[in-house]
């Protein structure tokens, strides 16, 4: 999917503003250059892009960019597994809170009803 995502962008380069700027935030972000085999993934384009550094000429985007999605679904999946405990925490506060809101407006009608404040 992320190979797709990458080549269709690298061939809409030069008919697409938005793939234009997918390309070039991508290949300045990660010092890269096109999707899987670096300069070469533009024979279509008149010039390879500005963007793509000299240094990196030959160092493809798909690895870095992979690894940056990785990393964040496998953060996103952490927070997830632990939204249960969180919600049980939340809960067990709210509880807490209702049963002091509780106890004091009994206290509060008892001292009421005594005549004694």
Partial sequence: VLENLLENAVKNYDDD???KKFM???QTKYECCGSLTGAG?????RMTP????LVYIAKPCID???NHVKS??????WFSSK???AMAVALG???????AMILTLILCCSVRRSGSY
Avoid at 41 to 45: G, L, R, S
Avoid at 72 to 77: A, S
Avoid at 93 to 99: K, N, T
């Fill in 93 to 99: 506060v709210a509880g807490a809170l209702i049963l």
């Fill in 17 to 19: 503003d938005d793939s």
């Fill in 50 to 53: 500005s963007s793509c550094d």
């Fill in 64 to 66: 870095p960019y992979y």
């Fill in 72 to 77: 964040h679904i496998g953060v996103n999946q």
């Fill in 83 to 85: 939204i249960t405990i």
């Fill in 24 to 26: 070039d935030a991508i």
């Fill in 41 to 45: 993934d533009y024979v279509m384009a």
